[in-house]
């Protein structure tokens, strides 16, 4: 004898479907959840690489590299950014010392030309002068053209200086330069009387003499130009010298 047995597998396969179906949601949501997650972890790994940019970006049209990004970081990314922005920091010095010495290059040729200018319109005007008058506006010229061509040999100095880091400075007497300085400023500003005083004769310091007279030239020439002039007196600028050790 056999006996046959039939159970119904309905419960099961619809289970089973429904099992697959959940399977299939669960993955497609974790696999979801995964892409956004790497994302956004992706983007805050790059973000230092993209402020890094947009400062490249920045500097490149602006031309103004002080800018600063974030580098509080400890990892290779915060390295780099900091040595991105010692790098930034060196152009930006290196900018605002161009503007500087432009600045300083043109307050010293200015004066000069000014004079020029006068003494240059005096002199080939149709007024008659007798031939001491002519003699000093002459040599007035001279010397204008005289402090010009310094100025540009400085120039030509600092940029070799620049190009030559150990380059040696000459030595040049301080009283003797302290006098010449005066008597350049005396020329320059003539409605005050510029007096050197002290210092011990046979003091050297390292500059050469030009350089060092124009090194005071330029606080005796701020003297006399904000030094008002006066109907009663004659003012005063002293230079006063000494010597310590």
């Known amino acids: 004898r056999a006996l046959l047995v039939g159970v119904p597998v309905t419960a099961m396969a ?30 805050a790994g790059v973000r230092p690489i993209r402020e890094l940019i947009t400062a490249m970006e920045d500097v490149t049209h602006t031309a103004d590299p002080h800018v600063e990004v974030d580098a509080h970081r400890a990892d290779e990314l915060g390295a ?57 506006l002459q040599s007035a010229i001279s010397l204008e053209l005289d402090s010009m061509q310094t100025t540009i040999e400085d120039l030509i100095d600092l940029a070799v200086l620049d190009a030559d880091a150990d380059a040696v400075l000459a030595r040049a007497e301080l009283v003797v330069v302290a006098h010449q300085a005066a008597m350049d400023a005396q020329r320059h500003w003539p409605h005050v009387n510029y007096t050197v005083t002290g210092g011990t004769p046979g003091v050297l310091i390292p500059l050469h003499a030009n350089r060092a007279a124009r090194l005071l030239g330029v606080i005796l020439d701020n003297a006399g130009k904000y030094t008002p002039p006066s109907v009663d007196h004659r003012p005063e600028v002293v230079l006063g010298l000494e010597t310590d050790g």
């Open 14 to 43: 619809v289970t089973f479907e429904r099992t697959v179906r959940a399977l299939a949601i669960a993955s497609a949501l974790s696999c979801l959840a995964a892409a956004g997650i790497g994302y956004l972890a992706g983007r």
């Open 80 to 136: 780099l950014a900091r040595s991105f922005n010692g790098m930034l920091g060196r152009l930006a010095h290196a900018l605002d010392s161009q503007r500087s010495f432009v600045a300083d290059a043109s307050h010293e040729l200015r004066t000069p030309l000014t004079t020029l200018r006068t003494n240059t319109s005096l002199l080939f005007s149709d007024r008659t002068f007798d031939d001491e008058t002519t003699a000093v």
